[in-house]
């Protein structure tokens, strides 16, 4: 090892970034967590290694490296997260829906993308998405996947009105003024109990992403 920093320790592991031969990994730590939150980091853990090796040799998406019970390794993806790049060009946003397409033609959706840390603006200008802990893997492209996938292209479509509203197209503004009915429960009842619940009652809030950026 030449190195490591930590990026985000919380409820449910270490997020560390290492560098080996001058190569720079990002670990997952479930073995970190919290004993009493220590399935549920594993079962995450599990998730985000399905849908990245689901996903292997897609360019601008971490590829797996490595898995066992409590350990993640993945590839880092050089870039800024969305809220310190702000992009105004519509390139990005364009390789941003490509690149939504290919993970969901091959099966996987994010389930994510509301948090801005978790899309990157790479130092090439193309786009990378991150934190794949929630992704959802399916091959038969059932009903539930596929509203995840619709989820995930309206998080993405609110992201372009925050930055490019003018480059919204009819289309797009419909799709973003209908949330599914999932969305729609999420938002209006589970949301709130479970904001409750992780910041209040347990003082945690999901960073992920937001410090695992740049390698000084």
């Known amino acids: 090892m030449d190195g490591e920093k930590i990026l985000k320790r919380d ?17 997952r730590d479930a073995g970190a967590s919290r004993w009493w939150t220590r399935s549920i980091a594993r079962h995450l853990l599990r998730r985000e290694a399905r849908a990245l090796a689901t996903l292997d040799e897609i360019d601008g998406l971490p590829s797996l490296v ?9 590839t880092y993806l050089d870039g ?3 809220y310190v790049a702000r992009p105004d060009d ?7 829906a ?6 969901h033609r091959a099966g996987v959706a994010h389930n994510d993308l509301a948090k801005e840390p978790n899309l990157l603006v790479r130092d090439d200008g193309s786009a990378g998405i991150i934190d ?10 059932s009903k539930l996947f596929r509203i995840a996938a619709y989820e995930d292209i309206r998080h993405l479509l609110k992201h372009k009105r ?3 509203p003018d480059l919204l197209t009819k289309r797009e503004q419909r799709i973003l003024a209908n949330p599914s009915p ?3 429960f999420w938002m209006g009842t589970a949301k709130p109990v479970y904001l409750f619940i992780t910041r209040r009652l347990l003082g945690w809030a999901d960073r992920e992403g937001a410090a695992d950026r740049r390698h000084s």
């Not at 490595?66 to 993945?74: A, H, I």
């Not at 519509?90 to 941003?96: I, N, Q």
């Not at 794949?132 to 492209?141: E, G, I, K």
């Open 11 to 27: 409820l449910f592991g270490e997020v560390t970034l290492k560098f080996v031969d001058g190569r720079p990994l990002v670990t």
């Open 66 to 74: 490595s898995q066992d019970r409590d350990v993640l390794v993945r």
């Open 80 to 82: 800024e997260p969305l």
């Open 90 to 96: 519509s390139a990005w946003f364009k390789a941003a």
């Open 98 to 103: 490509i690149l939504l397409r290919r993970m």
């Open 132 to 141: 794949f802990q929630l992704a959802a893997c399916s091959r038969s492209r």
């Open 162 to 164: 925050t930055y490019r």
């Open 182 to 184: 999932a969305s729609r």
